[in-house]
């Protein structure tokens, strides 16, 4: 094999693994079902070539999705400003529901793979996580600083609720519709952090 033709098969490697993941990309962003025969036909590839590339759907995804959530500073610069810890949680709880709902195809694929696959669960992005941090950087000196249990505790409550799995229980279980469920989340999560912040008076 000469060097030229070597240089031309990584090209197309490389053109085809754009292909797929701009296909996934693409499918991500339609907010309907996601799955790898799917991305496939989008991307002009056969489903075997695509696991070829990527060893299940959770890697592609997660591939996909890079860059497209903000970091958590710039997700909450609407509210920068503010120094309340509430009004803070409750429009981090209603930004990450938002984006959700807006890829909620690839987000269910995610959580489908995690629950029958525990070991892939590291794949999951956890932008709640980054989210609840930064909203709650007014309670770092208070509630963080005198009782550091009940801040840890906070936080965890709070992935509980802004999260896919409860956007979907109120949507599927409950059946809400979407901006029913988002309110009824932002709602829940602001009478945690709103008690959390009276424990602190």
């Known amino acids: 094999m000469t060097a030229q033709t070597g240089v031309g098969r990584t090209n197309q490697k490389r053109r085809t693994r754009t292909a797929i993941v701009t296909a996934a990309r693409e499918l991500i962003g339609t907010g309907t079902e996601v799955t790898m025969p799917a991305i496939a036909r989008a991307a002009l590839v056969s489903e ?25 500073a710039e997700a909450l610069a609407p509210v920068a400003a503010s120094a ?17 709902l807006a890829r909620q195809g690839s ?11 525990p070991q ?13 941090d930064h ?3 007014p309670l770092e000196d208070t509630l963080g600083a005198t009782d550091p249990d009940a ?7 709070l992935a509980v609720v802004v999260s896919a799995e409860a956007l979907f229980t109120l949507t599927d279980l409950c059946g809400l ?25």
């Open 48 to 72: 075997a070539t695509a696991y070829r590339y990527f060893p299940d759907l959770p890697s592609l995804i997660s591939e996909a999705l890079a860059g497209i959530w903000p970091p958590p």
């Open 84 to 100: 309340d810890p509430v009004e803070r949680t409750a429009f981090a709880c209603e930004f990450l529901l938002r984006g959700i």
């Open 107 to 117: 987000v269910r694929a995610m959580i489908a793979a995690t629950i029958t696959r």
């Open 120 to 132: 892939t669960v590291t794949t999951r992005p956890g932008i709640r996580f980054g989210l609840i």
């Open 135 to 137: 909203a709650l950087l």
């Open 151 to 157: 801040f840890t505790q906070l936080k965890r409550d």
């Open 177 to 201: 519709d979407p901006d029913e469920a988002v309110s009824s989340a932002v709602r829940t999560a602001s009478t945690l952090t709103e008690a959390a912040v009276r424990a602190t008076a």
